[in-house]
């Protein structure tokens, strides 16, 4: 157990249609990632956010969007779903933004149709 | 950013040790080197990080030569749950480089019975 949790486990959505994701970090964790991983593939950073600002983008586009709240939650919103966009949607918290041990979630699975 | 190189795949059986090399010849000075595991569908697990020599703790040992150019992280007397994806990471840990890690493919290692 990482105490950090994601939900939904799974999600099934049609193509053009937008989708939040949601992880509960660990408490006292101020920094959040978000990673994307499609079959058989490492994961890709997504963004991170720290103290609720965002802290670095991956290569990733703008209908990629996130928060983080002052309860050490955080979202992931995906607009104008794409087919490509399936994957397992991780978030990971940590300490602070440096290489130190991340908390990652179990993920979402997500399956655009 | 170090590119790091490690198997795509492995074999072992339960109760060997196992050692997976990971090569990264362009490490710079302030690189430490991590490794995850990740089981299928599940979020990456921290296993062990280290900066040179040898560093062990209760689940595995990882070794770092003098010239850091590459690792073996060693997993001693496996058992079936060992089966996973194990990931080498190789980045600066200061603040804000830990999206900056780049996830390759990893190994999967297969642990039979």
């Known amino acids: 157990e990482t105490g950090v949790t994601q939900s939904p486990t799974h999600l099934i959505k049609t193509r053009g249609q937008q989708v939040t994701l949601r992880c509960s970090s660990q408490?006292?964790?101020?920094?959040v990632s978000w990673y994307q991983q499609a079959l058989g593939q490492g994961p890709q950073f997504i963004f991170q956010y720290y103290r609720e600002e965002e802290n670095g983008r991956g290569n990733f586009p703008p209908r990629f969007s996130g928060l983080q709240f002052p309860n050490y939650s955080s979202e992931l919103n995906v607009n104008a779903l794409e087919l490509d966009d399936s994957a397992l949607y991780l978030c990971?918290?940590?300490?602070?933004?440096?290489?130190?041990?991340?908390?990652f979630g179990q993920g979402t699975r997500l399956t655009v149709v | 950013l170090a590119k790091t190189t490690q198997p795509i795949s492995m074999d072992s059986y339960e109760g060997q040790e196992v050692n997976i090399t990971c090569s990264h010849n362009?490490?710079?000075?302030?690189?430490?080197i991590t490794w995850y595991q990740q089981f299928p569908s599940q979020g990456p697990r921290f296993i062990i990080q280290g900066y040179k020599t040898k560093v062990t703790n209760e689940v595995a040992s990882l070794f770092i030569p003098a010239d850091r150019k590459s690792s073996t992280l060693s997993l001693p007397r496996v058992s079936l749950s060992d089966t996973a994806v194990y990931y080498c990471l190789v980045g600066d840990i200061g603040a804000g480089n830990n999206r900056k890690l780049i996830w390759g493919l990893g190994t999967s290692l297969a642990v039979n019975p």
């Open positions: 990971a918290s940590s300490w602070d933004t440096g290489n130190t041990e991340a908390f």
């Open positions: 362009n490490i710079a000075t302030n690189d430490y």
């Open positions: 408490s006292g964790h101020n920094t």
